[in-house]
């Protein structure tokens, strides 16, 4: 129901949908921080603002006893999947390239735009919205002010890592994970702050982007040549 907004001020208002569901995570935060602090906290918490800890049989179940390994490692591995064939093997994908490289060539072709972007908002907020859900009903057990770190921010990383394919993000997704991981490490055995992980990332990031353009681009030095126009008759 999230992604809805920007999906209807994106077909309405034309409004970009980047742009405002960006400006929609903050409204989230603090609604969710309304909630923590007021109707959702815990009466036990010690003035601490958390809910109630979640019964045993609202969590995910655990794959790999003692450690913290469970269910919504597959789920992501078939909603990674399920991506792949919807993008790569089905009309509906081929639309969502059209119309996002060739609006105009969209139009001409008789695809309806409008559905299309509702389609893939909802999709991407459905699943957004699970994936925050493994998240507490996972290694958190109960519902707290700050749930992400930024995991949104790093999908956008995690996504041009991935080369935007469906099955990379896998792999990207897994090295973001142990970015986090070694980042804790750092910050406890060197004393080093958890900042670096994002700067870790970062660079990252700006690294593969200038990569792309050095192979795609040439710099050459030399003066500039102007070659005089001919007129065809």
């Known amino acids: 129901a999230w992604a809805a907004i920007p999906a209807f001020l994106r077909t309405r208002c034309n409004t970009n949908e980047i742009l405002t569901s960006l400006m929609l995570v903050y409204i989230g935060i603090l609604i969710l921080s309304f909630l923590i602090h007021g109707p959702w906290k815990a009466p036990d918490s010690y003035n601490f603002p958390e809910s109630r800890l979640f019964h045993d049989a609202a969590l995910v179940p655990i794959l790999l006893e003692g450690t913290r390994l469970h269910i919504g490692w597959l789920i992501a591995l078939a909603i990674a999947f399920a991506g792949w064939v919807l993008i ?35 999709i991407s907020g459905g699943t ?23 995991y949104g921010f ?62 795609k681009y040439r710099v050459v030095f030399g003066k500039l040549q102007v070659v005089p126009s001919q007129v065809v008759r």
């Open 154 to 215: 790093t999908a956008i990383i995690v996504a041009f890592v991935g080369r935007l394919h469906p099955i990379g993000v896998i792999f990207s997704g897994t090295l973001m994970s142990l970015t986090y991981l070694g980042g804790d490490a750092l910050q406890i055995e060197m004393n080093l702050p958890n900042a670096v992980t994002g700067v870790f990332q970062g660079m990252l990031l700006f690294f593969l982007l200038a990569t792309d353009i050095l192979i």
């Open 88 to 122: 790569s093997r089905h009309i509906i994908g081929f639309q969502v390239k059209v119309i996002g490289g060739a609006p105009l060539a969209a139009r001409f072709a008789g695809f309806k735009e409008n559905t299309i972007v509702w389609l893939t908002l909802m």
């Open 128 to 150: 957004a919205g699970l994936a925050g859900t493994i998240e507490v009903a996972g290694p958190i057990g109960q519902i707290v002010p700050v749930i992400s770190p930024g």
